[in-house]
């Protein structure tokens, strides 16, 4: 994607308004250098862009790119994520209307995890023996909900990752908590899961849905791997539903979510009825689903503010253009939430006994 002024504009823009009521509800400021505004914040990180950029010209692949883009842009970011914000890499849940500080936002992601096992009804405390006991964790980032739901069930785990530097940190997180002999992280492609048919009693995906360019293929392998009687949990951004008279999105809803797109190396979304669809298709029972965007709020904001610390400013100048330019699309995720296009969704469905 070609850093645009439209881009820069955003960021500035979004920034001004980061703690409106518009976007999220009122918020204690986390702390960042006072020598850092966030218009040399843009400034900085677009002209690091902008040299990145020139000294490496994209090149275009359709076969490959999206696979690689997706390894490399997690090679070179997990690190810094980690660094700043933990193990968990996805959104936290967070209670309408809620005030938060950045030591909030990592219990936020464990609840996030929580409340995704009760929507999905996972026994949690009353009967042992209906826990899981093997769970493979699809798109496993470096290993926090595999670890955690090891933990918390007793249970084996397995994630896949695209990334080879993603699965190594994952593997020696496992063994320094003394994990090593119940978790375990591989590289492998989520549309050709290297398991066996049936093999998991819950099939997790914590945010990984979005980078899948096949999403029948991404929805029958996660059922094929499922076991009879297992639970498939799915949390995913989305596109909002369509109405019944619309055959597609609006154009500038198109061009807003491209963007996203370019930045964050994702194909075209699809709406939370779509992975509904898909699900009904493969006869699989108990399907819901629910739109937690409104619990998501403070999450993209909060990030955001994390890069303008001088230790998150520091961290991104150090990394590659993949980094930087997802860090210029975050307030693009901001908007589209904002406008009622990106939906935060979660879907969960039961394979027959």
Request: aromatic share 10%; proline share 6%; charged share 20%.
């Amino acid at each position: 994607m070609a850093l645009s002024a439209t881009t820069t504009i955003a960021f500035k823009t979004v920034n001004t308004q980061i703690c409106s009521r518009n976007f999220l509800p009122p918020q204690r400021h986390l702390p960042f250098s006072s020598s850092l505004s966030s218009s040399s914040f843009v400034r900085t990180v677009s002209a690091r862009a902008m040299e990145l950029e020139r000294k490496n010209p994209p090149v275009i692949d359709e076969n490959g790119v999206l696979k690689k883009g997706i390894a490399e842009f997690y090679d070179e970011s997990s690190g810094i994520w980690e660094n700043i914000w933990g193990d968990h890499m996805h959104h936290g849940f967070y209670p309408p209307d809620s005030t938060v500080s950045l030591s909030d936002h990592r219990a936020a992601q464990i609840r996030m995890i929580e409340q995704a096992l009760r929507f999905a009804s996972i026994p949690l405390a009353e009967d042992e023996r209906k826990w899981p006991k093997k769970i493979v964790d699809v798109g496993c980032g470096i290993g926090g909900s595999s670890r955690y739901l090891s933990q918390k069930f007793g249970a084996t785990a397995v994630g896949i990752t695209l990334s080879p530097v993603q699965a190594q940190r994952a593997n020696a997180l496992a063994a320094s908590q003394g994990l090593a002999n119940k978790v375990s992280f591989q590289v492998a492609d989520a549309l050709d899961q290297p398991f066996s048919d049936g093999q998991f009693d819950l099939v997790w995906s914590m945010e990984s849905g979005e980078h899948m360019p096949d999403k029948a293929k991404f929805v029958s392998e996660l059922a094929r791997v499922a076991a009879p009687g297992a639970t498939i949990i799915i949390v995913t951004w989305c596109h909002r539903d369509l109405g019944p008279d619309e055959e597609s999105l609006k154009p500038w809803e198109e061009k807003h979510l491209k963007k996203i797109c370019d930045a964050f190396y994702l194909p075209a979304w699809c709406s939370t009825a779509d992975y509904v669809k898909l699900l009904e298709s493969l006869s699989l029972q108990d399907i819901k689903s629910e739109d937690w965007s409104p619990y998501v709020a403070p999450f993209w904001p909060a990030v955001i503010r994390s890069a303008l610390s001088w230790k998150g400013l520091t961290s991104l100048l150090r990394s590659g253009l993949k980094t930087i330019k997802g860090a210029l699309a975050m307030p693009l995720m901001i908007e589209g939430f904002k406008k009622d296009l990106i939906k935060f969704a979660i879907i969960t469905c039961r394979k027959p006994e």
